[in-house]
């Protein structure tokens, strides 16, 4: 709004604090690099009962898609922005050595990180995140569904020697805890949810890095 035809103090503000947001977007999206990591994973079991015979139920080795989006920070650090996806069947592994697959299930997770350099061809990252299971079947450990959104904790690192680093690629070994119950492993009478860990080992591309 204007008096007068002479803009306001508060028309005068909002100009400026547009003009300063554009410009901390400009210079922000030309220092962040985006990653992209593709691997494989292997989880430990989901489930194990050994009330009437030992059991185990677990997922495959499931190949893995791992985007990342670091933004600068003051100091050595760097704020990393997480996508992850994975997919594998899920099978029940019996004492005797028999399996019995029970259906394809989707992992989703999202988190946020923070990341250094460690030495010149070593980074790591602490992060932590949320993940849901999203099962193809209702049947099974997952009758009821996948359970509700979990919270994760993971640490990653970045191994990039010389001639790695000229072709933009860096192998990456993580590793992640989460706590696993579903509604169907509940109605079965299991109380406490099991403790799962994730290993995960892949090739890391710097799609884009940052000025």
Known sequence: MTRGGR???SGSRTATLVVVGLLIGIRLSGQA???ATVGARYTSPLVHDSIVTPLDARPAVAPVLNVALDLPLDGPWKLELLA???????RRYDATGATTPITRVWTIGLGLGLRRRLESWLDGRLALGAMKYVPTQSIGLFRDGGGSVIPYGSVAFNVAPPVAKRHRVALELAGD???FLTPALRSAGFIDARVVYRVTAGVRVDVRRGR
Not at 84 to 90: A, F, K, Q, W
């Open 177 to 179: 805890l989460h706590k």
């Open 7 to 9: 803009p306001t103090r």
């Open 33 to 35: 690099s985006f990653h």
């Open 84 to 90: 992850d996806l994975s997919t594998s069947p899920v």
